[in-house]
């Protein structure tokens, strides 16, 4: 998993792009993944993350 891969695919898709258990999962690593990250960069990712998953989730 990627962090770019799973974002694009989010930012592209109508409805959730992953069943439920894949989805819980990536809502747990991704703000582990960013930890690697300078800090105002990993803020704004888990900020889209989230945005897009909130998004996705109403739709």
């Given at each position: 998993?990627?962090?770019?891969?799973?974002?694009?695919?989010?930012?592209?898709?109508?409805?959730?792009?992953?069943?439920?258990?894949?989805?819980?999962?990536?809502?747990?690593?991704?703000?582990?993944m960013?930890?690697?990250?300078?800090?105002?960069?990993?803020?704004?990712?888990?900020?889209?993350?989230?945005?897009?998953?909130?998004?996705?989730?109403?739709?």
């Amino acid at each position: 998993m990627t962090l770019a891969r799973n974002g694009c695919t989010a930012r592209g898709a109508e409805t959730l792009p992953w069943d439920q258990d894949s989805a819980r999962l990536f809502r747990k690593i991704v703000p582990q993944m960013v930890l690697w990250l300078p800090e105002e960069e990993a803020a704004q990712l888990k900020f889209e993350f989230e945005a897009e998953m909130v998004r996705l989730k109403a739709a």
